[in-house]
């Protein structure tokens, strides 16, 4: 096969084309050998000669060192916050001509003085001048101090003077609750009425003044278990029992009993009023009967439970 290719390859004279590569493939290694960089080893530059600089540059290295001596700066000083020497002549001649018009004093024989100091007029950027003395600088003004605070007033007396004792809030001694029992709201109004005061239906005891609570700010009335209670004013419960109602001044109640012959009996219980000042002995009103038979009548309602018979109101009569 490979004899057929070859004849083949000269009679079509195809024959310097697989010689060039065959060439090609040799040379190719011999090439990428040669080049290859070969390391030369960097030496520094060698330093030039010393020799003398040309005249000109030795004249400007000689000028630059005398001006580094000298610190670079030239000229002579100037203050910049000196007036202008127009300002300060203008000044002296002023100061001449006062000390002219007011007269020579009797400790001097010159108009001024070497040591005198000598007034500076100092221009303002709104265009107005201020004068001072040059020889005196201005002396700041001393910080302002803050003023003390004022003492806290004294609390005030209930009597309304001025005194150490403040008022105080009102407790159960000091006071006294208006009350309205009947029908309606029209009914009699009950003023002052004392702690343990009795409110009967059909004389069976249906509620019993306890006292003023100052933290609830309300009347505390306890109520027989047995009474329907409506209104605005909830019941506070006691193991699911109604036993206290809470009414602030200005609202009110409704009580309903039914009566032993079935009927329904309503009343209507209204704190009308609530006056926090001390009550006076004479104004407030005693129980119709004796106090400790309406501590009794109290006691007996705080033990009854529902289903209960009503306490009757001569209950605890001796």
């Known amino acids: 096969m490979l004899r057929n290719l070859l004849d083949e390859l000269i ?16 040379a190719a290694p011999v090439l990428f050998l040669k080049s290859t960089p070969a390391v030369v080893p960097t030496t520094a530059p060698a330093s030039p000669a010393t020799g003398s600089l040309p005249e000109r540059a030795q004249r400007l290295l000689a000028a630059g060192d005398a001006g580094a001596t000298r610190g670079g700066a030239t ?3 100037h203050d910049p916050f000196e007036p202008p020497a127009s300002s300060r002549a203008r000044a002296v001649a002023a100061a001449r001509a006062s000390k002219a ?18 007034p500076v007029v100092i221009q303002n950027a709104d265009g107005s001048a201020a004068a001072s003395d040059s020889g005196s600088p201005s002396t700041p003004s001393a910080p302002s101090t803050p003023s003390a605070p004022s003492a806290p007033s004294a609390p005030r007396s209930v009597d309304g003077g001025s005194g150490s004792t403040p008022a105080s809030a009102p407790s159960v001694r000091t ?8 029908k309606g709201v029209d009914s009699h109004l009950q ?12 004389g069976k005891l249906a509620a019993v003044f306890v006292k003023y609570s100052p933290s609830l700010d309300k009347a505390v ?19 699911g029992v109604c036993r206290y109602l809470d009414i602030p001044a200005g ?24 006056d926090r000042t001390p009550a006076s002995a004479d104004t407030t009103t005693t129980a119709a009967k004796d106090d400790s038979e309406n501590a ?8 009854r439970n529902l289903g209960d018979a009503p306490i009757d109101r001569d209950a605890c009569e001796r």
């Open 11 to 26: 009679r079509r004279r195809l024959w310097p084309i697989p010689a060039v590569a065959l060439l090609i493939a040799l």
């Open 191 to 202: 003023p002052s009425i004392a702690p343990r005061e009795t409110f009967f239906i059909h």
């Open 221 to 239: 009335f306890a109520v027989a278990p047995g009474i329907v209670i409506t209104g605005p004013v909830r019941c506070r419960l006691d193991h």
């Open 251 to 274: 609202s009110y109640t409704r009580l309903t009993m039914v009566t032993a012959d079935g009927t329904l009996a309503r009343r209507r219980l209204d704190v009308a009023r609530i």
């Open 75 to 77: 000229g002579s000083s």
């Open 296 to 303: 009794c009548l109290l006691r007996k309602l705080k033990t």
């Open 101 to 118: 018009k007011d007269g020579p004093s009797k400790d001097s024989s010159s108009d001024a003085s070497p040591t005198d100091p000598i």
């Open 175 to 182: 006071a006294s609750v208006d009350v309205r029992f009947g």
